[in-house]
């Protein structure tokens, strides 16, 4: 059965304190795994897939990593405005759905 | 580009009543999702469409019904609301192919049933 869980539920930040966000799956014949950012009362905005265990992608403070059984969103000197709810949700190859966690509720502080 | 749209943005239904949620994708989109998102539990698949005039079973499709007459719209039906039905509702969309293999969603609809 696949099952996704992301952790921490909840992470508070000073700006400017990095950290890394944890994604662990099992999914069948993953087939890429995707990151969204979602702000309050708002639907999820895509922010990366990766597709191999070993890919990484960057876009401004953010790199998601990924390996056979986990995926990280680390967030470096993270800013006020990187507060948000991030998604995982690798897809099951046999499927061929996304599987989504319950998300990471992080705040940024100033 | 308007994206993907949702309308209404809010509802509030008595136990028993109907409505239906509508979804408008400008991206020439084939594929299209309906979404259920609770607290504590991440978003479920209740529905989708891989064209116009074809739809299918999600996770969770109990209660609900589906139309994809046109290509750009997609239509969630509740015939008759339930409080395990107050969610917030979101509508996806994909371009077919395996290059594109990201999901847009829309701002999502807020349902209570009482």
């Known amino acids: 059965e696949d099952q996704v869980t992301q952790s921490p539920e909840a992470l508070r930040l000073q700006e400017g304190e990095s950290s890394s966000l944890n994604c662990s799956y099992t999914?069948?014949?993953?087939?890429?795994l995707f990151w969204y950012r979602q702000d309050p009362g708002k639907g999820p905005e895509f922010l990366f897939t990766?597709?191999?265990a070993g890919e990484e992608k960057e876009k401004e403070r953010l790199k998601a990593t990924l390996t056979k059984k986990e995926s990280f969103l680390h967030i470096t000197a993270p800013k006020p405005e990187d507060s948000a709810t991030y998604l995982c949700?690798?897809?099951?190859?046999?499927?061929?759905?996304?599987?989504f966690g319950t998300g990471t509720r992080l705040q940024v502080f100033p | 580009n308007a994206g993907v749209t949702q309308t209404p943005k809010f509802r509030v239904l008595k136990t028993g009543q109907s409505m239906t949620l509508l979804c408008a994708q400008d991206?020439?989109?084939?594929?299209m999702y309906w979404y259920r998102q609770d607290p504590g539990m991440g978003l479920r698949l209740i529905h989708y469409?891989?064209?116009?005039?074809?739809?299918a079973k999600g996770e969770v499709p109990d209660g609900y019904n589906v139309s994809r007459l046109k290509k750009q719209n997609f239509l969630l039906g509740l015939e008759s609301a339930a409080p395990s039905q107050t969610s917030v509702y979101f509508c996806?969309?994909?371009?077919?192919?395996?290059?594109?293999?990201?999901?847009?969603f829309g701002p999502g609809t807020r349902l209570t049933v009482l």
């Open positions: 996806a969309s994909k371009r077919q192919g395996s290059n594109y293999n990201e999901q847009f």
């Open positions: 999914v069948s014949g993953l087939r890429g």
């Open positions: 990766l597709y191999s």
């Open positions: 949700a690798p897809r099951d190859g046999s499927t061929d759905k996304l599987i």
């Open positions: 991206m020439n989109h084939e594929y």
């Open positions: 469409s891989v064209g116009e005039g074809t739809t």
